[in-house]
């Protein structure tokens, strides 16, 4: 089953580099002369989220490195508790990489809400990179342009650190590692497509904070250089 992507709306700006967790996701003080906008601690903590990946997503993300030209963006924003990413697939959860990209199939179970209809979907969410990225953007387009009026998605485009994001919903809009029946925001950076994604149209701001995380990431950690920032401890260069 591949996952859902969506997103919610913008977080209040705090001193990214001033307020990170650790890879138990508890918040750390750096050098605030180093930080970079970001969401405060306190609407993350409203959203069951928290800033610092674990120590076993960390691992996996290395892992994945290993096995991709692309540079893997861990995430910086994570739903808060353990996050399962194993060696070998369970369930929806499992990680890869290849030639094209590659993809975090993750399970959280702090996702689950009470009474929710599918416990199992609700758990999943999904950091994925591909190039290039031309089909997979037209994919998602024809997608949200189905003419069933009933199903069809309206895009809305959101800019962080100068880099454009799409957000769709709906129950048709897909791409490439989200499935139908879920919503989507993705982005491009040169020639690669990337994109983020939670279950369930009612996890949108849950989903875009971690998609604004990543674009904040992406957007201030050159992986070749040290920047000092703790966020740039979680960007591993793919194989050269």
């Known amino acids: 089953m591949r996952a859902c992507i969506l997103a919610g709306v913008i977080g ?16 750390r003080r750096v050098d605030a002369a180093r930080a970079v906008s970001f969401p405060s601690e306190q ?10 990946p674990p120590a076993n997503l960390i691992r996996a993300c290395r892992r994945v ?5 692309l540079t893997v963006y861990c995430p910086p924003i994570v739903p808060v508790g353990p996050v399962e990413a194993p060696k070998r697939r369970h369930e929806n959860a499992y990680v890869f990489g290849d030639e094209r990209g590659y993809g975090l199939s993750l399970q959280s179970e702090s996702l689950i809400d ?6 199992f979907a609700a758990k999943h969410w999904v950091v994925a990179a591909t190039a290039p990225a031309r089909r997979l953007v037209e994919s998602v387009d024809a997608s949200v342009a189905d003419p069933r009026a009933e199903f069809r998605s309206t895009p809305r485009r959101f800019t962080v650190d100068g880099i454009e994001a799409t957000l769709v919903t709906g129950d048709l809009a897909r791409s490439g590692f989200a499935g139908s029946g879920h919503a989507i925001v993705y982005w491009t950076i040169g020639d690669s497509f990337h994109q983020a994604s939670v279950h369930f149209d009612d996890k949108a701001r849950v989903a ?3 998609a604004r995380g990543l674009i904040t990431q992406m957007a201030n950690c050159d992986p070749s250089l040290s920047s000092g920032r703790r966020i740039c401890e979680w960007v591993f260069p793919g194989r050269g």
């Open 12 to 27: 209040v700006a705090c001193a990214f580099g001033g307020c990170l967790g650790g890879d138990g996701g508890s918040p």
């Open 43 to 52: 609407l993350l903590a409203r959203l069951g989220l928290v800033v610092g």
């Open 208 to 210: 875009e904070m971690i």
């Open 114 to 119: 009470p009474g929710v209809r599918d416990p």
């Open 65 to 69: 490195a290993r096995k991709t030209p």
